[in-house]
């Protein structure tokens, strides 16, 4: 007998570890814990999503190393909301290889997911075809089948929760009138949701905001009228929470891709929606949590090691030093007290630029953080101006540096007309290499955000920040503002 209860003592002391998964050794009835409800139920789960990076991505890797830090987070899958290849822009490119070299970084970069990671079509992904562009979306369709399959959109179901992953771009081919969800779309969508009534929830995945006032999606909102649902979007690059149908729609801002505010590669931060982030969604038994996590506010776990921690810290902190430890590769980086690190032209520093023709009158002045350049073709050296400033640090052979400056132009007559921002790359006899940078486009009256990566060359021993501007004329005007030189992976 006394065997027969030890035995049912066991199993009951291993039923209770095997529903709590939980056990202490404090007998007192006061705990130093608040509660035993842990959130780890079996049906709850985590999934993040990116946003996108288009419009051409303010630099390179971010929106590969966004998907970095959402694998720290071991989420059960990671999906996107579209628009993660920049697609084709001129005629002259429309060719299959061509999307296909852009279409095997995209392969390269999401195929380290440590999670499944879900592709979702977005207009850049496969495009519309449009004049001087009439086979873009069958060639860009072509490119998506070879690499993911033939199916562009499709469901899928993951612990009783129903993901319906649309594509807005069917629709956007030579047929007259153009839609973005087919007809054949909307009635497999129908289905889907037809075949799934037990569902504890449904998410909608749609590239484009401006598909949900379609017919046929709003079809999709109709069917699922009757049961809980949250819809996600990209494409505006501004995140924004919408309230429709007493549902929540959310629009996701970027991971890379330009913004809309005029500047373009300037994020005004959360408060404007405009942020590179992941958002961050639990699944939970009373529905989806939902938080966004701004991508530089994700640091790996040796962010901070004896290798690469500033010195000075090491000695306040009395940190052992570890013998034979590896230094880290740590890349130049130039001191924001000295010159170009999300500077404005405010600092001290940015005033001091040098006219290299010395001009009775320097046509240039600081107003308000920006650099404002503007014409006087009274000026000694007629209708050109050229400024200069050093490059106070050595910039290292090989490594890459991006430079970047967002621009706006008030020129009444671009023809003819030229504004450069570059670097001189100076050799050890004192001359110029070569110059390196952009031309800022003086047709476009919109503020614009120009960058050029630049990789000194082994024989440069100097660098200066060099703008020119050639052959404007009175009452022209040119604004600089957020000149960066800072270095890049």
């Given amino acids: 007998m006394k065997k027969i209860f030890m035995l049912m003592a066991a199993a009951a002391a291993f039923s209770a570890i095997a529903a709590g998964n939980f056990t202490h050794d404090v007998k007192t009835e006061k705990k130093p814990w608040t509660h035993e409800r842990f959130q780890d139920d079996d049906q709850d789960f985590n999934f993040i999503i990116i946003p996108d990076r288009t419009g051409g991505e303010r630099a390179p890797g971010i929106w590969a190393g966004a998907l970095q830090k959402a694998n720290l987070f071991h989420p059960a ?29 995209l392969v390269g970069i999401t195929g380290k997911s440590e999670a499944p990671f879900f592709h979702l079509v977005g207009n850049h992904d496969i495009s519309r075809d449009r004049a001087g562009f009439p086979d873009v979306n069958e060639l860009s369709t072509r490119a998506w089948v070879e690499n993911f399959g033939a199916q562009t959109y499709y469901s899928f179901v993951y612990k009783n929760v129903l993901f319906i992953c649309f594509n807005q771009m069917e629709g956007r081919d030579k047929r007259t009138p153009q839609c973005g969800i087919t007809e054949t779309q909307c009635q497999w969508a129908l289905n889907t949701i037809k075949q799934h009534p037990d569902v504890r929830w449904t998410m909608i995945f749609v590239h484009s905001p401006w598909v949900w006032n379609e017919g046929t999606f ?55 929606g405009e942020m590179d982030h992941l958002t961050y969604v639990t699944m939970t038994a009373k529905g989806p949590k939902i938080v966004n996590i701004t991508l530089d506010g994700i640091l790996p776990e040796d962010v901070a090691t004896t290798a690469n921690i500033k010195a000075k810290l090491l000695a306040t902190f009395d940190i052992p030093a570890v013998k034979n430890e590896p230094k880290a590769d740590t ?20 005033k001091e630029w040098v006219s290299r023709k010395k001009a009775r009158k320097i046509i240039h002045e600081v107003k308000n953080g920006k650099l404002l350049l503007s014409g006087d073709v009274n000026n000694k050296y007629r209708k050109n101006l050229t400024i200069t400033q050093n490059v106070p640090v050595k910039l ?29 790359a100076i050799g050890a006899n004192g001359q110029s290499i070569r110059y390196y940078g952009f031309t800022i486009d003086l047709k476009k009256s919109t503020p614009q955000s120009c960058s050029y990566i630049y990789t000194p060359p082994a024989n440069a021993v100097d660098h200066q920040i060099y703008i020119d501007w050639k052959n404007f004329a009175d009452e022209d005007i040119l604004e600089l503002d957020n000149l960066v030189l800072v270095p890049v992976k």
């Fill in 331 to 350: 890349p130049a980086v130039i001191p924001a007290a000295n010159l170009l690190v999300n500077s404005t032209f405010d600092d001290p520093a940015m």
């Fill in 77 to 105: 899958f990671i999906i996107s909301v579209g628009d993660m290849i920049e697609g084709i822009y001129r005629p002259a490119d429309l060719k299959l290889e061509n999307l296909q070299a852009q279409y095997r970084e």
């Fill in 218 to 272: 709003m079809k999709v909102e109709k069917a699922l009228a009757d049961r809980p649902y949250t819809v996600f979007s990209g494409d505006f690059h501004r995140y924004t929470k919408v309230r429709r149908h007493n549902r929540d729609y959310y629009m996701l801002a970027t991971a890379g891709g330009t913004h809309p505010n005029g500047g373009g590669r300037t994020l005004r931060g959360p408060e404007y």
């Fill in 396 to 424: 290292v052979p090989g490594k890459r540096y991006r430079l970047a400056a967002d621009a706006l132009s008030k020129v009444a007559d671009p023809n003819g007309k030229e504004a450069t921002v570059m670097i001189r």
